[in-house]
């Protein structure tokens, strides 16, 4: 089975709790903030995905704080999709095995991306951009 089938198979798992965090700004923050610890936590341990997942926060803070509004429902579907899988203790290999916890988070994560990269770079041209205006000032 190819990543793409696996990654859509292992993310239709968690759809419907998806679509209640895209619903929700609130319970979305709460999501968040328990990705960020987790992925503070396992920092050494998520080596490369590190970034990847920096990514998928900033796009979900910006949207929640409502200052992103250009992102697709579809692509910020599968953002929280991503991670939703990424705070869940049961996915596919379970978070309490040390690393080994980890390497399926980072697939669904590059998959996730993969699937996104065109709103995600259309999102860090606007992050820079914002960066920029506010060197300006």
Do not use: C, H
């Amino acid at each position: 089975m190819d990543m793409d089938k696996l990654g859509e198979k292992t993310l239709a798992l968690y759809r419907s709790k998806a679509n209640e965090y895209l619903r929700n700004k609130k319970k979305s923050s709460a999501l968040l903030n328990e990705a960020l610890q987790k992925a503070a936590t396992n920092r050494s341990a998520l080596g490369e995905t590190w970034e990847k997942l920096q990514l998928l926060f900033g796009v979900l803070r910006d949207w929640i704080n409502g200052n992103y509004k250009e992102m697709p429902k579809r692509s910020l579907l599968l953002v929280i999709l991503g991670i939703v899988y990424f705070v869940s203790p049961l996915d596919g290999i379970f978070d309490y095995i040390p690393f080994a916890g980890l390497v399926d988070d980072a697939a669904i994560a590059g998959f996730v991306i993969s699937q996104v990269s065109v709103d995600l770079e259309r999102y860090k041209l606007w992050k820079k951009n914002q960066e920029s205006d506010i060197e300006q000032l």
